[in-house]
């Protein structure tokens, strides 16, 4: 299974963008895929997960702005970030598990196998 990260880019404050986290090899069934970015010069955070199921979750600065979805094949899953603002800055790397974490398990990325390459999002006026 490899993950393929996209959808990164340039953007101005206010402006949106959407994050996809596609799968090679299997779909996403039984799953929890979660967002970590890492500023510069900063250690990597933790952003965003989604669970089979439905459920998700965000860290506080995310929380009201970022939202996910999956395509009808479940072969990608995407983070669609609003409102963005300049400390949304940094690399984004998906990563996933095929299996649905308890709540506070999200956050960890030990708990993930499977991780995509990163993709960059800048925001800037």
């Known amino acids: 299974v490899q993950l393929q990260a996209s959808g990164g880019g340039l953007v101005q404050p206010g402006g949106s963008l959407r994050l996809s986290c596609a799968a090679s090899?299997?779909?996403?069934?039984?799953?929890?895929v979660a967002w970590f970015r890492q500023a510069p010069g900063k250690d990597s955070e933790f952003v965003a997960a989604a669970r089979s199921g439905g459920s998700a979750n965000f860290a506080d600065a995310a929380k009201g702005r970022f939202t996910f979805s999956t395509d009808k094949d479940k072969s990608t899953v995407y983070l669609q970030m609003n409102s963005l603002k300049p400390e949304d800055t940094g690399v984004y790397y998906c990563?996933?598990?095929?299996?649905?974490?308890?709540?506070?398990?999200?956050?960890?990325?030990?708990?993930?196998?499977?991780w995509g390459q990163g993709t960059l999002v800048t925001v800037s006026s």
């Open positions: 990563a996933t598990t095929w299996r649905r974490l308890i709540t506070s398990s999200v956050r960890n990325e030990e708990e993930y196998e499977y």
């Open positions: 090899g299997r779909t996403f069934s039984t799953y929890t």
